[in-house]
């Protein structure tokens, strides 16, 4: 999808002023959070499955060549089939060339982010071949023709109603009369409709939440079934992944996984974790005769060794999302592109381009709770203010922002200049609002008082009653 | 230059270093024999296997799987027979073919229909064995092969797992090295047991056996697919709302046989 990340300012003012998705994200808002906090407590070593998650990682990161050189020999060694792909086109390239040896018609889909990234489906129509999407939030956004909005509930920003009128415009072929008034009635008549289409695709595509290099297996983590039906009812299963999904052993991705479900949706497993290695084997009564992995990169290999490797830790589990006040009120599609919230603000820039979706790592509070709830600790604010030092390097800021920052810090750079200044600044205005305590509007700061009203500063500023406190302690002045 | 090449040079190049070196080659070989396991939480590591296999039904029970413990193999078709009567479920299943599920006494309940192979559109129950269950999370460990194909633990709306209390083990560790031990072993699998009633899905799978593979199956290999399965189909999608039966199963049962317990 071609990014709007630049409009993200009109995007999110547009977001706020969508009742629909401020419903819809108020439920999020305490749903995630709590469900996460609740799994966490049950659980004493979470905290010790963090530092090892983390510590994987790096290792794997560090050894990225190796292990997947040793991924490839095992997926290999199994008779399934490994293609790499150094962007976009090319991995778009590769599933069509599979997809059309087999003659394929129509692919069903399993979730998959990279899929999204490489604009998969809309290749797939271009090509002649029809896409069906079968996890149900999946399902619901390609019926309505927009992306996902987060990155493991894709239609999170929609209510129940958007998705019955989606259903009655897609599923003409029912009772008009139906109704179709709670989440039961609306999740039967999915499985219904979708039940066909896994029996007669030809190729299933699903991702991967992890490629182990040790075994050359493939692993993903669902609770609805689709990516299994996905992956064992066609002839044919691929698998569309980015290259830092290596793990290296079965019992390194065990702890990435007690970190995953929890940190995601505070289950204690997902209801589904499903290994895949090969195609079928002699004697087997099902499964996919062929098995191939199209392994991205992107842009990936350049992010390792650099101030923004620690992303590529990231195990997508939306935590960073579902905890974030930013996306909270502007929703995932004010981001303009796949990946939303803190993440996204991290990884977009680097995938898409800092001049695009420099905005990203602007809109942050640096509140922190990101990194807090991250399950491999990724230093998600420290990367974004070097977005920002390298939007600022490379004068992509406006110049009113640019002359601003610099005024300041030629003034910060000066203590007694700046405290004199700031010492007049809030005499004045503690005397201009001595009467409402506040201020309805002040020059330069509509941005603030726009929204809200700006408490005028009461009696002295903190420095200077520091600086006397520390005279009275008897403590020498700095 | 190949993409390959491109890419492992790439990540080289990044990492600002060329191909490995032998003896760090061979280290990170190790790292991958040993597989050594990290941290394990004690919930289910502390237990003895009592507690397990206790802690394996909580677990399971807290995400609507049911549950129901019978004495022996003679139990088993009782057991089933009241689940599907009390779930208002026609007395008819697909099982799988694998021989452990042979010795079954089915014929004390001749009303039961059973078709063993793999699960078409129209099968509603399934009954299988599993590899394992895994205490901590209350989760099920089934792999595919001939006598274990893998539509049945998803195509039909409800499906009916076998559980000795002697396989339950206490982490996601304990089932990798079951996996392990079989590839290794790889036992040549025995064909699928026939039966004049198991349709057209077993009769393309069998169409296939003798057929052309399109690779040996190597020693060491996992088998194709490996279900961890923690409760029935779920989605949230849709106002956050929990519903069951997604896409997958509606109802997960579990019939757990108290055999003699297992030997660590």
Redesign the interface.
Known sequence: MEPTSHSFPANARAGLADPILQTALGLARTGFPMRRAQAIARLPEFEALREQGRAIKDHTLANLDFYLERYEQNVTGAGGHVHWARDAVEARAAILDICRAAGAKTVTKGKSMVAEEIALNDHLEANGITPVETDLGEYIIQLRHEPPSHIIAPAIHLMKEQVADAFRAAHTELDPARPLIDPRALCDEARTVLRPRFLAADVGITGANFLVAETGSSIIVTNEGNGDLTQILPRIHIVITGIEKIVPTLEDAATLLRLLARSATGQEFSSYTTLSTGPRRPGDLDGPAEYHVVLLDNGRSALLGGEFQDMLRCLRCAACLNHCPVYAAVGGHAYGWVYPGPMGAVLTPALVGIGEAGHLPNASTFCGRCESVCPVKIPLPRMMRHWREREFAQRLSPPVYRSGLHLWAWVAQRPALYHALTGIMSRVLGWAGLYRGRFRSLPLAAGWTAVRDMPAPQGRSFQSLWAEQQRRRGAPRR | M???D???G???R???RG??PAD??AA??A??AA?????V???AAALDHGGRVDLFVA?AE??QTTVARVASDRDIPAEVARYLAAENLPAELVAA?DASLDAIPWNTRPLLQIRR??AE?HDAVSLTPCLAAVAE???LMLA???GT???L???PDTHIVLLRASQVVA???DG?DL?RTRAASNPS?A??IPSPASGR??G???A??GGS???A??T??????????????????????I?L?????RRLHVVLVEDAPHQD
């Open positions: 190949t993409a390959r491109d890419i492992l790439g990540i080289r990044s990492l600002r191909p490995l760090k080659t990170l070989t790292r991958l597989h050594r396991r990290n941290l939480p004690a919930r677990m807290e995400v073919p192979g793999r559109a999370t209350g989760t595919s092969g001939p194909p893998t539509t633990n998803f195509l982490g996601y560790e990798w996996l699998p064909p699928p899905g077993l393309r799978g069998q296939e056996e593979p399109q690779h199956d190597r060491g290999a996992l088998p194709r697919t490996v279900n961890l399965i923690t409760g029935p189909s779920r989605t949230g999608d849709i106002e956050q709302r519903q039966g997604a896409h997958g199963p």
